[in-house]
């Protein structure tokens, strides 16, 4: 198992209809690195801070998935997991090819 893994991933809303899942210190670093700017405040940066501070073994991971989750909320970005879980199951699949 990937230590810098969470104990349960936490799912975010990139966009109208797109869902991200957040399993990872990795996920939640890029994710928090990518946030805009503009956006960014004090809860953003406690969240990559608690995720660097995990990184180098100074916190928990599962303290740094409170607060980024705390950060998602707080963002109005958080997605239910049982509803994304739903989500992602009802897609199908497919080959990967164009069929005409």
Same mark, same amino acid.
């Given at each position: 198992?990937?230590?810098?893994?969470? !104990? !349960?991933?936490?799912?975010?809303?990139?966009?109208?209809?797109?869902? @991200?899942?957040?399993? !990872?210190?990795?996920?939640?670093? #890029?994710?928090?690195?990518? %946030?805009?700017?503009?956006?960014?405040?004090?809860?953003?940066?406690?969240?990559? %801070?608690?995720?660097? #501070?995990?990184?180098?073994?100074?916190?928990?991971?599962?303290?740094?998935?409170?607060?980024?989750?705390?950060?998602?909320?707080?963002?109005?970005? $958080?997605? #239910?997991?049982? !509803?994304?879980? @739903? %989500? $992602?199951?009802a897609c199908k699949s497919g080959r990967g090819k164009v069929e005409a």
């Amino acid at each position: 198992m990937n230590p810098d893994a969470f !104990s !349960s991933p936490v799912f975010v809303k990139r966009a109208t209809y797109m869902v @991200q899942e957040i399993a !990872s210190l990795a996920d939640a670093v #890029d994710f928090l690195n990518e %946030w805009p700017e503009d956006c960014r405040d004090l809860i953003h940066e406690a969240a990559l %801070w608690a995720c660097y #501070d995990a990184y180098d073994g100074r916190k928990p991971v599962s303290a740094a998935r409170n607060v980024f989750f705390g950060f998602a909320k707080r963002a109005a970005i $958080l997605e #239910d997991a049982i !509803s994304a879980m @739903q %989500w $992602l199951a009802a897609c199908k699949s497919g080959r990967g090819k164009v069929e005409a």
